[in-house]
């Protein structure tokens, strides 16, 4: 027993030993401990209520997910703040003592933390002016895909292949973006076609119509049109312009149902599409040799 005690005594005097004084208050392993369970249970609380407002609270509203979760990530930004001002005062730590560290960090942030506060600083730019929001389809570089995730550093983007892409913030401020469904996802197509001379134009039109009118993801309004764009080497350039918005995060698709339903009514009509062709000509100049 007596031995229980002097362990029990020994680890007591540890944990209450303090380590370093801040504004006056040791600070102790049990200190610390408490500290970091605190911590915990804030940065836990704050991302339940990040999506309470957002899946919950808001849900009823006419807000778009992308709006709600901007407003439920700044609220969880002002709380983490709050709570940590609150978690150090209730320690009996003077934050007027950590004016120093702060100075530091302030110089730390200018130089090393720079990239990070650049991000931050666009990320909340984001959630305040909402030039993307989740859900969006995005080309930003040579990154295009659907964005499911703003947060306080960095956006995730999903591509066609499902591959998750995390974006820095700062690149939607610097750079050009893409916003394929920006103010809605109404979106307009353009198919290039090219047919032989000769061609009867009226014919051709009503076929790339009816093509447009087949596909379901083809709006009737506003209607699909036609356009003769230019007379190439080889033929006449013309352009299918249809308006969708159920494949605008697969264009691919798209275009690729459209071409193979063309080529077919082409082949079954008669529609020529020329390829490349080059005339030439020899001259024979006949000369007489003589030696």
Known sequence: MEYLESVQSFLQGALNTGLVNVGGTPVTLTALFKLLVMFMLLFYLAG????FIANRLLAGTRMDLGARQAIGSI???????VGFVVILQTAGIDLTALNVLAGAAGIGLGFGLQNIVNNFISGLIIMFERPIKVGDRIVVGDVEGDVTHIGGR?????????????VPNSRF????????????????????????????????????????????????????????????????????????TTLI????????SLNTAIYRIFAKHGIVIPYPRHDVTILNNERSLSE
């Open 75 to 81: 609220l969880r930004y002002l709380v983490l703040i």
């Open 173 to 244: 401020i610097t750079e050009d973006v893409v916003n394929w469904s920006h103010n809605d996802r109404l979106v307009r197509f353009r198919v290039p076609v090219s047919v032989a001379y000769g061609t009867d134009c009226d014919k051709l039109e009503t076929l790339l119509l009816e093509v447009a009118d087949r596909n379901p993801d083809v709006l009737k309004q506003p209607p699909p049109a036609i356009r003769l764009m230019a007379f190439g080497d080889s033929g006449l350039q013309y352009e299918l312009r249809i308006w969708s």
């Open 154 to 166: 960095s956006t995730t983007v999903v591509t066609n292949d499902n591959i998750s892409i995390i």
């Open 48 to 51: 339940k209520m990040r999506w």
């Open 249 to 256: 995060h697969r264009k691919g698709l798209l275009v690729s």
